[in-house]
């Protein structure tokens, strides 16, 4: 499968792996261009049998995916938008969409992590199936209680699923940084594989699996995560929806502080690195 009329996304096959790289400098932020490529290859290759595994990447130097755009905090009706084109799931936030969307493919997901990914960054990577990050050189976290609200692309039920109640509290309220160590020892990620090896890791893990016959794949997803058979994750999903109503959009003070930050230059690398202080010393 490919189509060369994304704006944000790579795409190259090897057999069944088919590889979906992030290229949206400089930081692969979740927008109304990289968030509508992301649904519209979701939609299309759901519809491949002929795809076995798919794997996500980014060619962002030190950034898997940001965040959501920010600008969204005053913007609830940009944001809503960004559903125009959804189908099913009714009810989810566009993010939300997207999760959900990705946790349905009958393909196996494999995120592979380099660099930050914070907020609807880490979201999307917690939809896949599985996630390998390079060591010492992957930091993850929830930033949304820094910006006066929760998780409202999925974070809330899928950290949760991965880490277990109390560890998802103190990612999501602290909204602190985690590195692979952590996050590997949380059940966060699926394993923190040496930087060097990440790539070849990846390839051999994906090649691997995508040498199962498709019904294995289906059966094996199927029995770990029963969506036919009554899985919750859509309805949680809606409650986490409701539960943003509740802090979202934010009220004015949050406004104005999220209005100045972008002017002083949040959603530039140099003050992505290190955003927690960036907000912090607001």
């Known amino acids: ?30 927008d109304r261009t990289l968030l509508p490529d992301l649904k519209r290859f979701v939609r299309t290759v759901a519809a491949d049998d002929t795809v076995r595994v798919v794997v996500l990447d980014s060619a962002v130097q030190d950034f898997f995916a940001a965040h959501v ?6 913007d609830p009706e940009g944001f809503a938008a960004l559903a125009a084109e959804d189908s099913g799931f009714e009810g989810l936030l566009p ?30 990577a917690m939809a896949t199936d599985l996630r390998y990050a390079a060591a010492g050189e992957t930091w993850l976290g929830q930033v949304e209680a820094r910006l006066g609200i929760i998780p409202g692309g999925g974070g ?11 560890r998802a509290l103190e990612a ?4 602190d940084v985690y590195d692979t160590r952590t996050a590997e020892l949380y059940g966060w990620i699926t394993r923190a ?15 691997r699996i995508g040498s199962r016959l498709p019904a ?38 949050i406004e104005q502080k999220l209005e100045a930050a972008l002017a002083d230059g949040m959603q530039t690398p140099e003050n992505e690195r290190t955003l927690e202080a960036f907000l912090d010393a607001r």
Do not use: C, W
Request: aromatic share 4%.
């Open 69 to 74: 755009d920010v600008g969204y905090g005053s």
């Open 172 to 175: 999501i309220l602290t909204a």
């Open 216 to 253: 294995q794949i289906r059966a094996a997803k199927a029995a770990v995560d029963p969506t036919t058979a009554g899985d919750r994750l859509y309805d949680d999903l809606r409650t986490e929806a409701a539960a943003v109503a509740e802090v979202y959009p934010s009220p004015p003070e």
């Open 95 to 124: 993010l939300q969409h997207l999760v959900a969307s990705i946790r349905a493919l009958p393909q196996v997901t494999i995120a592979k992590l380099r660099g930050y990914l914070r907020g609807g960054g880490n979201e999307l």
């Open 1 to 30: 499968m490919t189509d060369d009329t994304y704006e944000t996304l790579v795409i190259e096959r090897t057999g069944s792996v088919l590889t979906v790289t992030m290229n949206h400098p400089p930081l692969n932020l979740l």
């Open 193 to 207: 594989v040496p930087a060097a090896d990440l790539d070849r890791f990846v390839d051999e893990v994906a090649q």
């Open 156 to 166: 809330t039920q899928l950290l949760a699923r991965s880490v277990g109640r109390s």
